[in-house]
């Protein structure tokens, strides 16, 4: 009984595939496609052929990722962008000081080099994005890309050999700056999750450090005009004579005008020498100054400072929640391409074309090393869709249908796993066996009931009939109320 009411739960819940049973012996007809030569037969598995049953899984079709977004294909280019930096740097100190050809004739063939290998990278990535180019174009990174590869060229191959090399040579210093693609490799490879959260958390906070510096460049300029006034174009204060510790004290350099106080304030701010350079000075003439000093660190040093710190700490938690979220899909849709070629190879080894699918056929096609593969990217092991089998088999029959189990696995693989699906089995077992319990007591009530109707059925006709004459009968009570009447 409570396997039927598990069964109608599971055959009422729509799955994410779009099937929907409306009864036990519901069909579903096979996928459309070839059918392989080599089938799974549940008899041929019992009788020990089980080895003939997976030569059906010997194909894997997969389709392979674009070059441009293969590993190797990163690896090398980051490789190469890193050495070029390298290369530069030290040519830079290292490197003959002359800008004639002849003399630094080495460099400039690792130059070419170099720039071959760039023109070689865009190229493919250009025909790749073919016939969208313009769409990749639009990429500012791309754009960034491509501008230095072209100054590159024009400086490599034709401003050099005409002797005018040094006009666009600061396009090709700029080329360090292709180093920042390296976060592509970055996103790619686990090791650099914690360098890629920070990149990320740094960048998604420009804006709020731009508003920031915002707030500090206006609280700069006017304190700036207040130290002006007060220090820097106050001399019968601070021109009189010696500071504190003997020396004249330049105050006009710290603050003879509105930008220098700025800077000034800057350093005060940076928290960097403030103190002994300025801050000392300044009280020793004017005490109340201090006040001042006090309130413009706390402002600054301890309140915008620690404002940025937060912005960037914010972003740099909201970027991980971010990659997470992005792991997570990018697992559903490896998951749910497996479940989709497992599902295909299942449907091309079913021999007999039911639509259908056994425990037994399902242990045999789990010996090939493809649908091990498959499980695995799944994220199941064979007991966990052995349960996930024996849940939909709710009438005993030994076979599901094929497309209910691709569609049950990717439903449950997703979040379920062999402990949700335990508790589950233990929540029906419990319920089934708490119904039969009530199904027993319900037996024996019924078995005491039929006790009770014999013992007054016996009472009636031994008792009642030896003391009154009644036996019981319609026909007796009849005869006996007329004489009574009469």
């Known amino acids: 009984a409570m396997a039927a009411k598990a069964s109608s739960l599971l055959e009422e819940r729509p799955f994410k595939g779009g099937f929907r049973t409306t009864g036990g012996d519901a069909h579903v007809s096979p996928y459309k496609g070839s059918v392989a030569k080599a089938g799974f037969d549940a008899d041929a598995n019992a009788q020990g052929h089980a080895g003939d049953g997976a030569a059906g899984f010997d194909a894997h079709d997969e389709s392979e990722a674009p070059l441009v977004d293969r590993l190797p294909f990163n690896v090398f280019v980051a490789l190469s962008t890193f050495l070029n930096v390298v290369v530069l740097g030290v040519e830079q100190d290292a490197g003959p000081r002359s800008s004639d050809l002849p003399g630094r004739m080495s460099w400039y063939a690792l130059e070419c080099c170099f720039c071959i290998c ?11 994005a073919a016939p969208r180019v313009l769409d990749w174009a639009s990429d500012p990174w791309n754009a960034f890309d491509l501008l230095l590869v072209a100054a590159s060229v024009v400086d490599a191959f034709v401003l050099v050999p005409m002797g ?52 500090a460049l206006t609280l700069l300029y006017v304190c700036g005009i207040v130290v002006t006034t007060e220090i820097g174009q106050n001399h019968p204060v601070y021109g009189v004579g010696p500071s504190y510790d003997g ?19 800057f350093q005060v701010m940076t928290m960097d020498g403030w103190c002994d350079d300025i801050v000392r000075h300044i009280v020793h003439r004017q005490p109340l100054m201090g006040l001042f000093f006090v309130l413009f660190l706390f402002l600054t040093a301890f309140g915008l400072i620690n404002v940025v710190v937060g912005i960037i700490v914010e972003n740099a938690l909201a970027a991980a929640q971010v990659s997470d979220r992005r792991a997570v899909q990018e697992e559903a849709r490896v998951r749910k391409r497996a479940v989709e070629q497992l599902t295909d190879l299942l449907v091309r080894s079913d021999s007999r074309r039911t639509g259908e699918i056994s425990i037994a056929e399902l242990q045999v096609a789990y010996e090939s090393p493809v649908v091990q593969e498959l499980f695995a990217k799944i994220g199941m092991s064979m007991d966990e869709a052995r349960n996930i089998f024996s849940l939909l088999d709710y009438e005993r029959r030994g076979r599901v249908e094929l497309r209910r189990f691709a569609n049950s696995c990717r439903e449950l693989v997703g979040g379920a796993k062999r402990r949700d699906i335990a508790q589950v089995e233990i929540t029906v077992g419990t319920l089934a066996r708490h119904l039969e319990q009530i199904d027993g007591q319900f037996s024996k009530i019924e078995e005491e009931v039929s006790g009770l109707t014999a013992m007054a059925d016996d009472f009636v006709k031994k008792t009642v009939r030896t003391l ?14 007329g004489s009574l009447g009469r």
Do not use: C
């Open 118 to 128: 760039f023109v070689v990278e865009m190229a493919v990535r250009v025909a790749q």
């Open 164 to 215: 005018a090399g040094g006009v666009v040579r600061l396009f090709t210093v700029l080329r360090a700056l292709r180093v920042v693609r390296l976060v592509r490799l970055v996103r790619v490879l686990p090791v650099f999750r914690e360098l890629w959260l920070l990149v990320g958390g740094l960048a998604n906070s420009m804006k709020a450090l731009a508003w920031v510096a915002l707030i």
């Open 247 to 265: 020396e004249i004290w330049p105050y006009e350099k710290y603050f003879g005008d509105v930008p220098t106080s700025m800077f000034s304030l």
């Open 468 to 481: 009154t004459g009644f036996d019981g009968s319609h026909k007796q009570h009849a005869q006996t109320h």
